[in-house]
Protein backbone atom coordinates (compact mmCIF):
# COMPACT_ATOMS: atom_id res chain seq x y z
CA UNK A 1 0.00 0.00 0.00
CA UNK A 2 1.36 3.56 -0.94
CA UNK A 3 2.15 6.25 1.50
CA UNK A 4 -0.68 8.55 -0.48
CA UNK A 5 -3.41 5.67 0.00
CA UNK A 6 -6.01 7.08 2.51
CA UNK A 7 -8.43 4.58 4.41
CA UNK A 8 -10.66 5.32 6.95
CA UNK A 9 -9.09 5.82 10.72
CA UNK A 10 -9.85 2.86 12.52
CA UNK A 11 -10.13 3.05 16.25
CA UNK A 12 -7.51 2.20 18.52
CA UNK A 13 -7.33 -0.38 21.77
CA UNK A 14 -7.92 2.41 24.08
CA UNK A 15 -11.13 3.94 22.19
CA UNK A 16 -12.45 0.14 21.73
CA UNK A 17 -12.22 -0.55 25.46
CA UNK A 18 -13.83 2.64 26.67
CA UNK A 19 -16.83 2.23 24.17
CA UNK A 20 -17.42 -1.34 25.29
CA UNK A 21 -16.86 -0.16 29.22
CA UNK A 22 -19.74 2.62 28.03
CA UNK A 23 -22.12 0.42 26.72
CA UNK A 24 -21.12 -2.23 29.26
CA UNK A 25 -22.79 0.10 31.86
CA UNK A 26 -25.80 1.14 29.53
CA UNK A 27 -26.95 -2.35 29.15
CA UNK A 28 -26.21 -3.13 32.95
CA UNK A 29 -28.28 0.25 33.86
CA UNK A 30 -31.10 -1.38 31.64
CA UNK A 31 -30.85 -4.87 33.57
CA UNK A 32 -31.76 -3.14 36.47
CA UNK A 33 -33.81 -0.74 35.03
CA UNK A 34 -35.78 -3.77 34.08
CA UNK A 35 -35.68 -6.26 37.09
CA UNK A 36 -36.03 -3.30 39.91
CA UNK A 37 -37.58 -0.40 38.44
CA UNK A 38 -35.50 2.64 37.35
CA UNK A 39 -36.62 4.80 40.13
CA UNK A 40 -34.98 2.23 43.17
CA UNK A 41 -31.50 1.48 40.84
CA UNK A 42 -28.38 3.78 42.00
CA UNK A 43 -25.64 4.52 40.14
CA UNK A 44 -23.39 2.32 42.28
CA UNK A 45 -25.39 -0.50 41.31
CA UNK A 46 -25.10 0.07 38.00
CA UNK A 47 -21.11 0.37 38.49
CA UNK A 48 -21.26 -3.17 40.79
CA UNK A 49 -23.62 -5.01 38.01
CA UNK A 50 -20.88 -3.83 35.06
CA UNK A 51 -17.82 -4.70 37.01
CA UNK A 52 -16.33 -1.18 37.67
CA UNK A 53 -16.00 1.23 40.16
CA UNK A 54 -18.11 3.98 40.90
CA UNK A 55 -15.50 6.59 39.75
CA UNK A 56 -15.45 4.57 36.30
CA UNK A 57 -18.94 5.23 36.06
CA UNK A 58 -18.60 8.73 36.57
CA UNK A 59 -15.80 9.19 33.82
CA UNK A 60 -18.40 8.13 31.36
CA UNK A 61 -22.48 8.89 32.63
CA UNK A 62 -23.11 12.19 34.52
CA UNK A 63 -25.93 10.28 36.12
CA UNK A 64 -28.55 6.87 36.01
CA UNK A 65 -30.46 8.51 33.33
CA UNK A 66 -27.51 9.20 30.78
CA UNK A 67 -26.55 5.76 30.96
CA UNK A 68 -29.95 4.42 30.53
CA UNK A 69 -30.49 6.58 27.59
CA UNK A 70 -27.52 6.12 25.90
CA UNK A 71 -28.58 3.68 23.61
CA UNK A 72 -31.49 6.28 22.05
CA UNK A 73 -29.00 8.73 21.94
CA UNK A 74 -26.85 6.45 19.69
CA UNK A 75 -29.45 5.97 17.36
CA UNK A 76 -30.56 9.50 17.08
CA UNK A 77 -26.79 10.52 16.49
CA UNK A 78 -26.81 8.20 13.68
CA UNK A 79 -30.19 9.84 12.61
CA UNK A 80 -28.51 13.08 12.78
CA UNK A 81 -25.48 11.48 10.41
CA UNK A 82 -27.81 10.51 7.95
CA UNK A 83 -29.43 13.57 7.68
CA UNK A 84 -26.13 15.30 7.45
CA UNK A 85 -25.41 13.43 4.06
CA UNK A 86 -28.70 13.79 2.27
CA UNK A 87 -27.94 16.07 -0.75
CA UNK A 88 -28.09 19.43 -0.28
CA UNK A 89 -30.65 20.61 -2.77
CA UNK A 90 -33.38 18.36 -1.06
CA UNK A 91 -35.38 20.95 1.35
CA UNK A 92 -34.99 20.15 5.29
CA UNK A 93 -38.13 18.22 5.83
CA UNK A 94 -37.63 16.49 3.01
CA UNK A 95 -33.72 15.50 4.39
CA UNK A 96 -35.13 14.64 7.62
CA UNK A 97 -37.59 12.56 6.01
CA UNK A 98 -35.78 10.70 3.99
CA UNK A 99 -32.53 10.27 6.67
CA UNK A 100 -35.72 8.76 8.72
CA UNK A 101 -36.86 6.61 5.99
CA UNK A 102 -32.97 5.13 5.51
CA UNK A 103 -32.48 5.35 9.45
CA UNK A 104 -35.67 2.80 10.23
CA UNK A 105 -34.54 1.20 6.79
CA UNK A 106 -31.03 0.16 8.25
CA UNK A 107 -32.80 -0.54 12.06
CA UNK A 108 -35.22 -3.07 11.11
CA UNK A 109 -38.54 -3.82 13.48
CA UNK A 110 -38.34 -2.39 16.80
CA UNK A 111 -36.62 -4.62 19.08
CA UNK A 112 -38.67 -5.79 22.19
CA UNK A 113 -35.76 -4.02 24.33
CA UNK A 114 -36.87 -0.20 22.30
CA UNK A 115 -40.31 -1.28 22.83
CA UNK A 116 -40.05 -2.37 26.87
CA UNK A 117 -37.92 0.49 27.32
CA UNK A 118 -40.09 3.43 25.63
CA UNK A 119 -42.59 1.89 27.75
CA UNK A 120 -40.78 2.25 31.34
CA UNK A 121 -40.61 5.64 30.21
CA UNK A 122 -43.99 6.12 29.84
CA UNK A 123 -44.55 4.89 32.95
CA UNK A 124 -41.80 7.17 34.70
CA UNK A 125 -42.37 11.07 34.28
CA UNK A 126 -39.31 11.35 35.90
CA UNK A 127 -37.79 9.56 32.88
CA UNK A 128 -39.81 11.18 30.52
CA UNK A 129 -37.99 14.43 31.44
CA UNK A 130 -34.85 13.80 31.92
CA UNK A 131 -35.45 12.40 27.95
CA UNK A 132 -36.22 15.25 27.30
CA UNK A 133 -32.91 17.06 28.53
CA UNK A 134 -30.93 14.12 26.74
CA UNK A 135 -32.42 14.68 23.12
CA UNK A 136 -31.87 18.78 23.80
CA UNK A 137 -28.79 18.44 22.17
CA UNK A 138 -30.07 16.34 19.13
CA UNK A 139 -32.60 19.02 18.88
CA UNK A 140 -30.08 21.94 18.36
CA UNK A 141 -27.70 19.37 16.19
CA UNK A 142 -30.81 18.79 13.58
CA UNK A 143 -31.60 22.77 13.78
CA UNK A 144 -28.02 23.22 12.73
CA UNK A 145 -28.51 21.25 9.92
CA UNK A 146 -31.59 22.62 8.85
CA UNK A 147 -29.97 26.43 9.06
CA UNK A 148 -27.42 25.21 6.54
CA UNK A 149 -29.77 24.38 4.49
CA UNK A 150 -31.66 27.38 4.58
CA UNK A 151 -29.49 29.53 4.38
CA UNK A 152 -30.01 33.37 4.65
CA UNK A 153 -33.93 33.29 4.37
CA UNK A 154 -33.73 32.45 8.58
CA UNK A 155 -31.41 35.13 10.17
CA UNK A 156 -32.81 34.49 13.63
CA UNK A 157 -32.97 30.35 12.89
CA UNK A 158 -36.39 30.48 13.95
CA UNK A 159 -37.68 28.04 11.06
CA UNK A 160 -34.80 26.02 11.53
CA UNK A 161 -35.78 25.27 15.08
CA UNK A 162 -39.28 24.77 14.45
CA UNK A 163 -38.55 22.67 11.51
CA UNK A 164 -36.12 20.47 13.95
CA UNK A 165 -38.20 20.37 16.66
CA UNK A 166 -41.41 19.18 14.54
CA UNK A 167 -39.66 16.25 13.01
CA UNK A 168 -38.46 14.62 16.21
CA UNK A 169 -41.74 15.37 18.01
CA UNK A 170 -44.06 13.57 15.17
CA UNK A 171 -41.04 10.49 15.67
CA UNK A 172 -41.98 10.98 19.28
CA UNK A 173 -46.13 11.26 18.74
CA UNK A 174 -45.91 8.62 16.27
CA UNK A 175 -43.88 5.88 18.95
CA UNK A 176 -46.40 6.78 21.44
CA UNK A 177 -49.38 5.91 19.19
CA UNK A 178 -48.08 3.23 18.11
CA UNK A 179 -47.51 1.56 21.27
CA UNK A 180 -51.14 2.59 23.14
CA UNK A 181 -53.30 1.51 20.22
CA UNK A 182 -50.87 -0.90 18.03
CA UNK A 183 -52.73 -0.46 15.09
CA UNK A 184 -52.74 -2.65 11.97
CA UNK A 185 -49.63 -0.94 10.77
CA UNK A 186 -45.82 -1.10 11.71
CA UNK A 187 -44.52 1.92 13.35
CA UNK A 188 -42.38 2.35 10.73
CA UNK A 189 -44.91 3.18 8.21
CA UNK A 190 -46.74 4.82 10.74
CA UNK A 191 -44.13 7.46 11.12
CA UNK A 192 -43.57 7.82 7.46
CA UNK A 193 -47.18 8.73 6.70
CA UNK A 194 -46.90 11.01 9.91
CA UNK A 195 -44.18 12.46 8.25
CA UNK A 196 -45.62 12.96 4.87
CA UNK A 197 -48.71 14.43 6.61
CA UNK A 198 -46.76 16.92 8.73
CA UNK A 199 -44.47 18.10 6.22
CA UNK A 200 -47.23 19.65 4.04
CA UNK A 201 -46.66 22.48 6.52
CA UNK A 202 -43.17 22.84 5.72
CA UNK A 203 -43.00 22.77 1.43
Known amino acids: MSATTSE ?40 DEAGVSRRTFSNYFANKEEALFYGDLQRMRLLAGLARERPATESPWAALSAAAEE ?33 AAL ?44 PDISFHDLARESLDETGRGFV
Not at 106 to 122: H, K, T, Y
Open 8 to 47: PEQPGLRERKKAATRQALHEASLRLAFEHGPEKITVEAIA
Open 103 to 135: FYGQQGDLDPEWIARSRMVRRHPSLAAAQVQTF
Open 139 to 182: ERELAAEVAVRLGPGDPLGVRAQLIATTFLAVLRVSLNVWLERR
